[in-house]
Every structure is written in structure tokens, then in C-alpha cells.
């Protein structure tokens, strides 16, 4: 079982950029694929991003393609996102998940372990 905290959220204005952090308990963090995954007030969770196990693949939902960047750290057993060019359509409570298996399905409900969340808040 493994114990994720995000941390990084914030207010930030539209066209600025935030980190976030999302730090693992355990000694196989490397074993688990993992994402990001955030919800609006009033909508569904929805996917952002997904890494594989050793960092070398990557995937994104076409509306932060190219503005976000997934990474991880199996050393330090912590996975960020790199916001850039942040939109108010961006605000939402962001969370970090793993699934056990080989690969992070976007399907929220199909994933494993979630952290607690953390608030972005994109300003106009």
C-alpha cells in the first residue's frame, strides 16, 4: 500500500505557473505508474497526466498538453506537475494517484491510491 500527499497548490494569476509535489510513503514507489487527476466544483474528477514506473513515459489529456509537465523522482519518491501558462479553467483540487498494475488508466474510479488533494486557483 503506499500513502501519497500532494502539496504546491495555491492562487496564481492567469499565464503564471505553479509546482506540485506529490509525496510517497513506502519503499516501491518505483512499482507503481502514477498521475494527476483534478476536479472542478460541480464536475467530474477528471484526468491530467500519467507517468510509467521509471519516468520514461508519459501521457496528457489535450487540454494541458504542451502547458504541463508530469516528472518523477523514484529517489526521493515524489511525482510533481509543472503547471505553465495556467488558465482559470485550470482551478480545481488537484490529486495525485497510483494504481497497481502496469499502466495509470485515465478512468478515475479504475485507479488505486489517491491523496488528499490541493486547491489551484486560477485568477482572471
Known amino acids: 500500500q503506499v500513502q501519497l500527499v500532494e502539496s504546491g497548490g495555491g492562487l496564481v494569476q492567469a499565464g503564471g505557473s505553479l509546482r506540485l509535489s506529490c509525496a510517497a510513503s513506502?519503499?516501491?514507489?518505483?512499482?507503481?505508474?502514477m498521475g494527476w487527476f483534478r476536479q472542478a466544483p460541480g464536475k467530474e474528477r477528471e484526468f491530467v497526466a500519467s507517468?510509467?514506473?521509471?519516468?520514461?513515459?508519459?501521457d496528457y489529456a489535450d487540454s494541458v498538453k504542451g502547458r504541463f509537465t508530469i516528472s518523477r523522482d523514484n529517489a526521493k519518491n515524489t511525482m510533481y506537475l509543472q503547471m505553465s501558462s495556467l488558465k482559470p479553467e485550470d482551478t480545481a483540487v488537484y490529486y495525485c494517484?497510483?494504481?497497481?498494475?502496469?499502466?495509470?488508466?485515465?478512468?478515475?474510479?479504475?485507479?488505486?491510491?489517491w491523496g488528499q488533494g490541493t486547491q489551484v486557483t486560477v485568477s482572471s
Open positions: 494517484a497510483a494504481r497497481r498494475g502496469a499502466i495509470m488508466q485515465r478512468r478515475a474510479d479504475a485507479n488505486d491510491y
Open positions: 513506502g519503499r516501491t514507489f518505483s512499482s507503481y505508474p
Open positions: 507517468i510509467n514506473r521509471s519516468g520514461g513515459i508519459t
